[in-house]
């Protein structure tokens, strides 16, 4: 680490210390545009030994409890590297390196599962019903599968998937790391969208090296470093999938597609039929050929979505139509009686 980054993290260190309250709305706007300071950070959390490290963690968890949103997408930006350097530190068995790391994590984790009143959250999401159109899809392209599922949804059989309540955990085990983990990445992924481009490309690089880390495959991809192999969950899987798919289309195309084959690579070899289906759809689903890096702005998902309004207008079936039919119809058959008298 160089001396003028070395400045710049003990400058950000002081100056947070000593800002009045009033002043915390305007520093935190400032704070996403310093990207200097977020890349000499990245640079103190990959240095376990850093003398910078302890109060950097410190700092970062004072901005998640401060209240304030940005200040809190200001620490979330750094988890996909946080998760990494700990799970690191892990495997090669040097627990006393990851001592700030862990409080830090562990701190996240603890807000967050619970709401302002200290009560346990509990998290809930209705799965879409396909007889609904969304922007994915319209019910009358999927022919019976449609009437199938509107019955359902008049019986109220929606289904809903419920997390927690989580309890709070004074340490990570080996018994609940995966779970404080994969939990810390569901809000992480809640965030996608105030995520900077270097967090996406942070999360798309753990994502490979956890994966590959201690397999064949990391002499393919050359990472060095650590060589022992992280154990993953199936659950922690997924939710990195869903991080990898929203960088998809967030400027992070190359990234996103080596984390995908890597993914899929080790949840074969770990046969976890959860990440293997999720990862398998997100790649039917890829349009073909890469799409273009976009660093300015964000790619959106193509959807093809069938014009309803002037087909309506001109096919639609009233009961005023109906019943100027069955008119018209009468007349014309009054009309033949008539010329058939005469």
């Given at each position: ?238 939710q990195m999938l869903t991080g990898i798919y929203f960088a ?29 289906l999720v990862a398998n759809a997100i790649k039917a689903s ?12 964000t790619r959106c998902i193509q959807v093809e979505i069938t ?36």
């Amino acid at each position: 680490m160089f001396t003028s980054e070395k400045g710049i993290v003990e400058e950000w260190l002081s100056e947070f210390k000593t800002l009045p309250e009033a002043s915390l709305p305007n520093y935190a706007t400032n704070l996403k545009d310093k990207n200097s300071l977020v890349s000499s950070l990245y640079k103190v959390i990959q240095e376990p030994q850093s003398e910078l490290l302890e109060p950097v963690c410190h700092q970062l968890f004072e901005f998640y409890r401060s209240g304030e949103k940005q200040l809190l997408q200001f620490t979330l930006q750094f988890l996909p590297e946080l998760i990494w350097c700990y799970l690191a530190i892990v495997v090669s068995r040097n627990v006393h390196s990851s001592g700030c790391i862990e409080a830090l994590l562990l701190g996240v984790y603890n807000l967050e599962i619970v709401d302002k009143h200290g009560h346990s959250k509990v998290l809930s999401f209705t799965i879409p019903s396909l007889s609904k159109p969304s922007v994915y899809h319209e019910p009358s392209s999927i022919g019976s599968m449609a009437l199938t599922e509107s019955a359902l949804s008049q019986h109220g059989l929606s289904k809903v998937v419920y997390s927690g309540p989580h309890p709070q955990r004074e340490m990570l085990t080996a018994q609940n790391r995966f779970e404080v983990l994969t939990f810390l990445l569901l809000c992480y992924n809640a965030a996608l969208t105030y995520m900077p481009s270097v967090s996406l490309q942070s999360l798309c690089q753990i994502c490979s090296r956890i994966c590959v880390s201690g397999y064949p495959r990391q002499h393919v991809r050359k990472y060095k470093g650590i060589s022992s192999r992280i154990p993953v969950s199936s659950g922690f899987m997924v939710q990195m999938l869903t991080g990898i798919y929203f960088a998809f289309y967030n400027g992070e195309w190359d990234l996103a597609q080596k984390a995908l084959d890597d993914i899929i690579y080790r949840a074969q070899l770990e046969l976890y039929p959860e990440p293997l289906l999720v990862a398998n759809a997100i790649k039917a689903s890829l349009p073909h050929g890469a799409m273009k890096s976009n660093k300015e702005g964000t790619r959106c998902i193509q959807v093809e979505i069938t014009p309803t309004s002037s087909r309506i207008s001109r096919n639609a079936v009233t009961s005023m139509s109906i019943r100027g039919h069955r008119w018209k119809r009468h007349e014309e058959i009054n009309g033949e009686k008539l010329l058939q008298c005469l």
